[in-house]
Structures are given as structure tokens and as C-alpha cells.
């Protein structure tokens, strides 16, 4: 006899993207593939003392936000195929007061930026910035008797699932990723041979590619059609997945440029950057409408975007990663500033936060570190910019500032359509 999923009803949409809801033994779960107010038959894939996880495999009471999502494996990519745009939008303004809710955080009254729509076209695949707008994607392989394949990994398992597009990334990267397995296949590499590829587009359709293999052998590998240039690394077999261990090969020209507020950025595959430059425009351009300033200290510069498209006179760009602040060292000395990159990590850059300069951050997911914090609280800086990917660790570090600063401006913003993922402005003033 068939086993019946366990039926949940879904209460509300919380960080992460899943639905919150109850188990028949009252246990909380945070199911995947869940609009607030559906009932439905789930599949768990994790079991903790206090709460699971799981995915929505039957759809029993639906919501009238629901809609058909566009790829079979939308969970594993972008898991919010399945809502309309305007749903989307809702959840993600709600996401942002709980989440700064819970961080007892007041925000003034903002918006969410989204991506420009045009109401004539009902399938989302077609809507400019709904789908195909990152300019950088990551894949693994899979190797079979049929040769060299684009890969996954399937949200709550470690197996892996062959694909031939993501339908987040833009569609240059997907067709020279392709070409890439082909060549691999043509020179009889084993999937095993492999880790990763990460793949970069500029707005103007160049591709550049890093593969990271695990044979210091590699073959030389020609450039596909359609790629502009490719690094080989050997990474250690038993480091992470993209960790450049030694580059074995580089062919074609590694370097994108692109125009962001009238100015020119070189980056590359392995350097930080942005990945859907539209909307990081848009959201520049707020940046310099509240945040310019004569000096600035940019504390995670990454290749130096923020911090030269918002002085006016001179900045320091702090940058830990030695392939982006490579590429900050090109766009500072292109510019018409006094612009000079320290490569270091923003906690041990302490010195360059003080009581005469605006300091702007856009840290990793991770947030502030606490010595970078504790400097702020010390130094007291006249004027922070804070962009940042992860509401939570920005909620949690605006909430050990607001005693001294008060959040004069907030603005998120829909960077990843059809995804949980929000980034969100905050200009805090000193008190």
C-alpha cells in the first residue's frame, strides 16, 4: 500500500523562501515549493529535534498566487518559479518588516525596486529581468557513456541533476557552457576529472570562463565558439569547489568591461562582482543620490564600483580577494580620483574607519565581522552606506548601531527575480 504524504498547511512565507507550517505531530516544518494559505503533501528531506524540512510534492489546496513554474527543477535553482510577479514582490516587501521586525530594527517607510515589466507579455520567460538577467553562473558536471554534461545539485540531497540551462543565467553563458561539455567530451575527460565552471557575461554578450579541474595533467582545452577567454585551475581534490589552487592554462582575453553610470569596470570570472547590473545600477544611482561625498572609505570593495561611482574627490577601497582587487587596481587607476586599493580584510583595516569619513559596506553574506562593527561604534564615522544580499546579518548589524545612527533612507531591491534573495539599501546618519 502507497505511503500518503503528510499533509501541512502553510501559515506564511519566511527567510530562506520556504513556507512554515505544522506536521500532524505539531512539529514545525519549512517546506519547499509553499505559497501562505496552501494545503499540501509533503516529502521531508530533513528530520531535527524541533523542526523539519521538506518539499511540496502534491499542491491539495492551492493559492491563487500560484502559477505553472517554468523548469521541472525550479526548486533546485530559483525556487519561486511557481508565484506570479506581483505575489513575489508582496512577499519579498513582507520578508524585509519581519525579518527587521524581529531585529527590532524601525525602518522609515520604503519601496522595493523591481526590475521594469512590460504588461503586454504574460509568459514570464519573455518579460525582460524575470528570467535570464545573471551574468554569472556556476555549474558542476555530471560524466556519463554519453560524455561531458551541465549539472546541479538537488536541494535536499547530495545527487546531482543533469541540465542544459538554468533559466536565471543569461543565454550566452548557457549555449559557451554547453560548447565547453562538448569539448570536454570530444577530449574523453571524465566527469570525475571535474569540479566546477564559472561563467561571466557582460551586458554586451562576451562570455569568460574559469574551469576547475582535479588533474595537475590537464589537457589544453581551445576556446569554444562564442567564448571570449578561459582560465584551467587545478584545484585540490580535497579543497572546495572553486578554490584556485594553481592556473594550468589561459587562453583568449579574461577581462569584461561594462559601463555602470557612465563609467568603465574591468572584472573577470574569479573577481566580485555584481550579477544583475541593471537593477545594481538602479541601485548605485540611489547610492550616489544620498551618499556622495568628496572622500570615502568602500570597507568590501570588490572591484571598486560602489566606492568610484560615489566619491568625488578621493577613496580607499578595501578588498581581501587578490583576483578582485586586482581588477579594483585597474578601475581605480582608470579613474579620475584619488583612488588607491589596500588588499586586506576590512577587520584589519580598522584604521581607515574614522570620525572624518562616510563609510560605505557591502560585505558578503556574513555581514559586518565584529571587529568592523566594534570600530564603527568607536570611531563614529559622520555617514554609512549599507548594501547588502542577507537582510538578517544586515538587521542584526544595524541593531548594534541604531543606539548611535539613525536610518535616514531604506530601499530594497528585487536583484533575483523569481528567488527568495532581496538586497536592501540603509543610510544611516550619526546621532
Given at each position: ?62 493559492s ?20 506570479t ?26 519601496s522595493?525596486t ?38 546541479i ?25 554547453n ?31 574559469s ?22 585551475y ?8 572553486s ?38 545600477e ?57 583612488a ?8 584589519k ?24 562593527t ?58
Amino acid at each position: 500500500m502507497e505511503n500518503k504524504l503528510p499533509q501541512v498547511r502553510i501559515t506564511k512565507l519566511v527567510e530562506g523562501g520556504q513556507g512554515l507550517g505544522e506536521l500532524p505531530d505539531g512539529k514545525k516544518v519549512f517546506v519547499w515549493n509553499a505559497l501562505p494559505g496552501e494545503t499540501l503533501g509533503v516529502r521531508l528531506i530533513k528530520q531535527r529535534r524541533t523542526y523539519a524540512e521538506a518539499i511540496a510534492d502534491e499542491i491539495i489546496v492551492p493559492s491563487p498566487d500560484r502559477i505553472e513554474p517554468a523548469r521541472s527543477y525550479f526548486i533546485s535553482t530559483s525556487p519561486w518559479q511557481m508565484m506570479t510577479v506581483p505575489a513575489e514582490n508582496q512577499y519579498k516587501v513582507q520578508l524585509v518588516h519581519d525579518i527587521f521586525s524581529q531585529a527590532k530594527v524601525k525602518l522609515p517607510v520604503f519601496s522595493l525596486t523591481t526590475p521594469s515589466m512590460n504588461p503586454d507579455i504574460t509568459n514570464l520567460e519573455e518579460q525582460p529581468g524575470a528570467f535570464h538577467y545573471r551574468n554569472k553562473m556556476e555549474y558542476s558536471f555530471w560524466g556519463d557513456d554519453d560524455g561531458i554534461h551541465l549539472a546541479i545539485h538537488i536541494r535536499g540531497t547530495h545527487g546531482k541533476q543533469i541540465i542544459t540551462e538554468s533559466s536565471l543565467g543569461m543565454r550566452p553563458i548557457d549555449e559557451v557552457a554547453n560548447a565547453v561539455c562538448s569539448n570536454l567530451t570530444r577530449l574523453g575527460i571524465r566527469g570525475s576529472d571535474l569540479k566546477t565552471i564559472i561563467l561571466r557575461a557582460s551586458q554586451s554578450r562576451a562570455v569568460v570562463a574559469s574551469l576547475f579541474v582535479k588533474r595537475e595533467d590537464f589537457p589544453e582545452l581551445a576556446l569554444p565558439k562564442g567564448m571570449q577567454g578561459l582560465r584551467v585551475y587545478f584545484s585540490n581534490p580535497k579543497s572546495p569547489a572553486s578554490v584556485r589552487t594553481q592556473l594550468l592554462q589561459e587562453s583568449g582575453d579574461p577581462l569584461l568591461t561594462d559601463s555602470i553610470l557612465g563609467q568603465q569596470f574591468i572584472y573577470d570570472a574569479d573577481s566580485f562582482f555584481q550579477v544583475n547590473l541593471p537593477m545594481y545600477e538602479r541601485a548605485l544611482q540611489s547610492i550616489k543620490e544620498k551618499s556622495s561625498e568628496p572622500q570615502l572609505v568602500d570597507m568590501y570593495a570588490g572591484v571598486g564600483s560602489i566606492g568610484l561611482s560615489v566619491a568625488t574627490k578621493s577613496v580607499q577601497l578595501i578588498e581581501l580577494d587578490p583576483a578582485t582587487a586586482s581588477m579594483a587596481c585597474l578601475n581605480a587607476d582608470a579613474s579620475s580620483l584619488d583612488a588607491v586599493v589596500i588588499e586586506t580584510s576590512a577587520e584589519k583595516a580598522l584604521e581607515y574607519i574614522s570620525a572624518e569619513r562616510p563609510v560605505i559596506f557591502d560585505p558578503p553574506r556574513a555581514g559586518l565581522h565584529h571587529k568592523v562593527t566594534a570600530r564603527v561604534l568607536e570611531a563614529l564615522p559622520p555617514k554609512i552606506t549599507y548594501l547588502s544580499c542577507n537582510l538578517a546579518t544586515q538587521a542584526r548589524d544595524l541593531a548594534l548601531l541604531q543606539d548611535q545612527y539613525s536610518i535616514t533612507y531604506f530601499e530594497a531591491f528585487n536583484f533575483f527575480p523569481r528567488t527568495p534573495h532581496i538586497e536592501a539599501l540603509a543610510i544611516l546618519q550619526r546621532r
